[in-house]
């Protein structure tokens, strides 16, 4: 079955930098988009990045906040998909899934179109 594993949440001061990855199996990554969504106390969650399956791994960024600190990336013959942060902030504290659906080559639509999901690693930006 589809299954997405994520890890190398944890705690960091401001400034600081993470790197989180998302091991996937049960489908053919190479084909599959990919999304990165994050979750804070008492919000909704929210797309952060998406990356295209296919031989054009096009990058979409979702949150202005985090561009030119976050990025994205894929190994498809390891089955990872990665999230790089950067320069992490306060306001990045959340709960970070990744994310597919069913024959999703290309990045678009709503969180509601993703039908499998991660269980989420805690990121939490504090002194």
């Known amino acids: 079955q589809v299954q997405l594993v994520e890890s190398g949440g944890g705690k960091v001061q401001p400034g600081g930098s993470l790197r989180l990855s998302c091991s996937t199996s049960g489908f053919i990554l190479d084909d599959h988009a990919i999304s990165w969504f994050r979750q804070a106390p008492g919000k909704e969650r929210e797309q952060v990045l998406c990356?295209?399956?296919?031989?054009?791994?096009?990058?979409?960024y979702y949150a202005d906040s985090v561009k030119g600190r976050f990025s994205i990336s894929r190994d498809n013959p390891k089955k990872m998909v990665y999230l790089q942060m950067n320069n992490l902030r306060p306001e990045d504290t959340a709960v970070y899934y990744c994310a597919t659906a069913a024959g999703l080559r290309f990045c678009g639509g709503t969180q509601y179109e993703y039908d499998y999901w991660g269980q989420g690693t805690q990121v939490t930006v504090s002194l």
């Open positions: 990356i295209n399956g296919g031989s054009v791994n096009t990058i979409y």
